[in-house]
């Protein structure tokens, strides 16, 4: 079974851009969740997708978005991009209804805003 | 929402030592608590979890520990290897949540 999977591996953007981040899902997963990570903060929580409906969302600007498909797979995008937007975005997989269970992490989209 | 603090921020072991880290969760309708391990370079992987009605569960060099009333679990690490150099991260859910809210991480290095 594939695991899942993130694109592009590496991004490198200008300020003020836009950037488009894509997950897919291990196959049969519905529940797809976005963190982003930087160095001392650890893992922070962006949003949560399951069956295409955004089930909760961290507390992030309105520059990020996030949407799902109908077949699991998942992207989001961050508008008006600032240098503090630079960090890797991890999403995760789970393969039950709620988060109470093992998260499949991608390898992550690393995010340079210069 | 739910505040996961993690302790210590590094640690620095002895092969063959034991390691524990320590976190605090502050709702009481967390009821999963998972701990991922990173190291460098690579993704989050799961490597031990508990849920509230467990107060302890082990699976071979690791260990978890649970006790609801204060809020807090921990991770133990016993006869450390090189191999478990990494950053662990502790996290807690509810069933409601649909996120996980995790701790800051602690750096772990096993010294030959």
């Known amino acids: 079974k594939a695991g899942v999977t993130q694109t592009p591996r590496y991004l490198i953007k200008t300020r003020g851009q836009q950037v488009t981040l894509s997950c897919s899902p291990i196959?049969?997963?519905?529940?797809v969740s976005w963190y982003q990570q930087t160095p001392g903060q650890g893992l922070q929580f962006l949003f949560e997708?399951?069956?295409?409906?955004?089930?909760n969302k961290g507390n992030f600007p309105g520059r990020f978005s996030g949407r799902q498909f109908s077949n699991s797979r998942s992207e989001m995008n961050v508008s008006t991009l600032e240098l503090g937007d630079s960090a890797l975005y991890l999403c995760?997989?789970?393969?039950?209804?709620?988060?109470?269970?093992?998260?499949?992490f991608g390898q992550g989209t690393r995010l340079t805003v210069v | 929402g739910e505040n996961v603090e993690q302790h210590p921020s590094t640690l620095s072991v002895q092969e063959g030592d034991s390691a524990v880290i320590k976190c605090t969760y502050s709702d009481s309708a967390s009821n999963y608590f998972p701990w991922y391990k990173q190291e460098l370079g690579k993704r989050p992987q799961l490597i031990i979890d508990?849920?509230?009605?467990?107060g302890e569960k082990k699976d071979q060099r690791i260990a978890v520990t649970l006790n609801k009333t204060a809020k807090h679990f921990s991770l133990h690490i016993t006869e450390t290897q090189p191999e478990d150099s990494a950053v662990y991260f502790c996290?807690?859910?509810?069933?409601?949540?649909?996120?996980?809210?995790f701790g800051a991480g602690t750096t772990v290095t096993v010294r030959a």
């Open positions: 996290a807690a859910s509810s069933s409601n949540d649909y996120k996980l809210s």
């Open positions: 995760a997989s789970s393969p039950l209804a709620v988060m109470n269970t093992e998260a499949f």
């Open positions: 997708y399951f069956s295409e409906t955004q089930r």
């Open positions: 508990i849920r509230s009605n467990v």
């Open positions: 196959s049969g997963h519905r529940s």
